[in-house]
């Protein structure tokens, strides 16, 4: 199954970097009651991610909120170390909340991931933004091509409110 709107959000398990240290938080918990621009991005620091994603949201985040979202999350196939680290340096971490997919189980669970092992990547997830309604996804735009971010950017998004 690949993740189209309608669906809800797989229950997995995502980490997330709390005052003491990573945390766990279910998918139902985190988006339960909430309007949520979710965005997916292949990796921390990998160059579209880091010079194209992740800087649209940062810079679009207010406009974003303003149209009545209560949080933007976004979610990669990497630890919440890097992850955290990675917001932190894109003065993102007051703005966006990291949730962290180690393992892949989100992408597989969602039918969004990517195998980019021959590049020495492994499994990642594909590029996406989505509009996540108490748990239901309202909308999802799903890259054809991960090396880019146009359907999923934060400008989209903004437009699709």
Same mark, same amino acid.
Do not use: Q
């Given at each position: 199954?690949?993740?189209?709107?309608?669906?809800?959000?797989?229950?997995?398990?995502?980490?997330?970097?709390?005052?003491?240290?990573?945390?766990?938080?279910? $998918?139902?918990?985190?988006?339960?009651?909430?309007?949520?621009?979710?965005?997916?991005?292949?990796?921390?620091?990998?160059?579209?991610?880091?010079?194209?994603?992740?800087?649209?949201?940062?810079? &679009?985040?207010?406009?974003?909120?303003?149209?009545?979202?209560?949080?933007?999350?976004?979610? $990669?196939?990497?630890?919440?170390?890097?992850?955290?680290?990675?917001?932190?340096?894109?003065?993102?971490?007051?703005?966006?909340?990291?949730?962290?997919?180690?393992?892949?189980?989100?992408?597989?669970?969602?039918?969004?991931?990517?195998?980019?092992?021959?590049?020495?990547?492994?499994?990642?997830? &594909?590029?996406?933004?989505?509009?996540?309604?108490?748990?239901?996804?309202?909308?999802?735009?799903?890259?054809?091509?991960?090396?880019? $971010?146009?359907?999923?950017?934060?400008?989209?998004?903004?437009? &699709?409110?």
């Amino acid at each position: 199954m690949t993740l189209k709107a309608g669906d809800r959000i797989p229950d997995v398990t995502f980490t997330r970097m709390g005052s003491g240290g990573p945390e766990p938080i279910k $998918a139902k918990d985190y988006f339960a009651g909430r309007k949520i621009a979710l965005f997916s991005v292949p990796g921390a620091y990998t160059p579209t991610c880091h010079a194209k994603h992740l800087p649209g949201f940062v810079a &679009k985040a207010s406009d974003i909120k303003a149209k009545g979202v209560d949080a933007i999350a976004v979610t $990669a196939v990497n630890d919440i170390f890097t992850l955290d680290h990675w917001l932190k340096d894109s003065g993102a971490d007051a703005k966006i909340d990291g949730l962290a997919d180690g393992s892949a189980v989100f992408v597989k669970a969602a039918g969004l991931d990517l195998d980019l092992t021959e590049f020495g990547l492994g499994v990642r997830g &594909k590029r996406f933004s989505a509009i996540v309604n108490d748990g239901v996804v309202d909308w999802i735009n799903v890259e054809e091509n991960s090396s880019v $971010a146009t359907v999923s950017s934060a400008e989209t998004t903004l437009e &699709k409110l």
